[in-house]
């Protein structure tokens, strides 16, 4: 199989740093961020926090009398948060598995879960770790993709619908994660406050491609004799053709505990 065929696999923190820095990205971002109502003073947590992409702004927030934790489990994701927060003193970075979430029964008056979820083993249990993390009171930001919302314009429809089938199906750890983020919160014991969905859209074939992983899931989904060569081929090709569409839904959801 040619390397041309999309974009390689990117690195995974350039690729979390660029989809925030999208158009789409910090227009999400903006709004959770904005939904959490984080105080000065308070303890704000931000679960997977990747490269520390979120952290700055949850700093400014909290001011220099409160803390702001990070918590991945990825050395190289740590490491780059580390080196974004060096100069914030508010923001503590801590390497541990969002399973089991290193803070302190009862302490956090704010948390974030961004784009995490959909990865991890269990996401009840993530959630049901947040629920002992937090305070009475606390207030709690959840935002994932659904990934059976996927849909990219091409007059071979029924190849884009078997490539979206692919990615929700063996792509994904947990696709429709998104539209089941208000029951399972419920579950862990949080009251809902705020759902809602976004629509990301793509216009730029290249961006779609580096994001959505065009190419590279294509590419997996022919090797697994998923999708026709030939097909997937002609399909991919056609997408380099203007105007180019794509888009999915993000959905957000804002609880207290």
Same mark, same amino acid.
């Given at each position: 199989?040619?390397?041309?065929?999309?974009?390689?696999?990117?690195?995974?923190?350039?690729?979390?740093?660029?989809?925030?820095?999208?158009?789409?990205?910090?227009?999400?971002?903006?709004?959770?961020?904005?939904?959490?109502?984080?105080?000065?003073?308070? #303890?704000?947590?931000?679960?997977?926090?990747?490269?520390?992409?979120?952290?700055?702004?949850?700093?400014?927030?909290?001011?220099?009398?409160?803390?702001?934790?990070?918590?991945?489990?990825?050395?190289?994701?740590?490491?780059?948060?580390?080196?974004?927060?060096?100069?914030?003193?508010?923001?503590?970075?801590?390497?541990?598995?969002?399973?089991?979430?290193?803070?302190?029964?009862?302490?956090?008056?704010?948390?974030?879960?961004?784009?995490?979820?959909?990865?991890?083993?269990?996401?009840?249990?993530?959630?049901?770790?947040?629920?002992?993390?937090?305070?009475?009171?606390?207030?709690?930001?959840?935002?994932?993709?659904?990934?059976? !919302?996927?849909?990219?314009?091409?007059?071979?429809?029924?190849?884009?619908?078997?490539?979206?089938?692919? !990615?929700?199906?063996?792509?994904?750890?947990?696709?429709?994660?998104?539209?089941?983020?208000?029951?399972?919160?419920?579950?862990?014991?949080?009251?809902?406050? !705020?759902?809602?969905?976004?629509?990301?859209?793509?216009?730029?074939?290249?961006?779609?491609?580096?994001?959505?992983?065009?190419?590279?899931?294509?590419?997996?989904?022919?090797?697994?004799?998923?999708?026709?060569?030939?097909?997937?081929?002609?399909?991919? #090709?056609?997408?380099?053709?203007?105007?180019?569409?794509?888009?999915? #839904?993000?959905?957000?959801?804002?609880?207290?505990?």
């Amino acid at each position: 199989m040619s390397t041309t065929f999309g974009s390689p696999r990117p690195d995974a923190a350039a690729y979390m740093m660029r989809a925030a820095a999208s158009a789409a990205g910090r227009s999400y971002k903006q709004e959770l961020i904005q939904l959490l109502d984080v105080q000065l003073g308070q #303890t704000a947590l931000d679960v997977g926090c990747g490269p520390g992409t979120d952290l700055p702004a949850l700093a400014e927030r909290v001011g220099v009398s409160g803390t702001v934790i990070g918590v991945d489990r990825d050395p190289v994701m740590l490491a780059e948060a580390r080196r974004r927060t060096s100069e914030l003193p508010a923001v503590q970075i801590r390497e541990a598995d969002v399973h089991a979430l290193p803070v302190e029964r009862g302490t956090v008056d704010r948390a974030k879960i961004d784009r995490v979820l959909m990865h991890v083993n269990d996401p009840a249990a993530v959630l049901e770790q947040l629920h002992l993390a937090t305070r009475p009171g606390a207030r709690i930001g959840l935002a994932e993709p659904d990934w059976d !919302t996927l849909v990219v314009d091409a007059e071979d429809l029924d190849t884009s619908r078997a490539f979206t089938r692919y !990615t929700a199906s063996e792509v994904v750890r947990h696709a429709a994660i998104g539209r089941s983020l208000a029951r399972y919160a419920q579950r862990a014991g949080f009251t809902i406050e !705020t759902v809602r969905a976004t629509t990301p859209v793509f216009l730029d074939f290249q961006d779609a491609d580096h994001t959505l992983g065009l190419g590279r899931n294509m590419q997996q989904a022919i090797q697994d004799g998923y999708i026709d060569e030939v097909r997937g081929r002609q399909w991919f #090709t056609s997408l380099f053709a203007k105007p180019f569409f794509a888009s999915f #839904t993000l959905v957000t959801v804002i609880c207290s505990r």
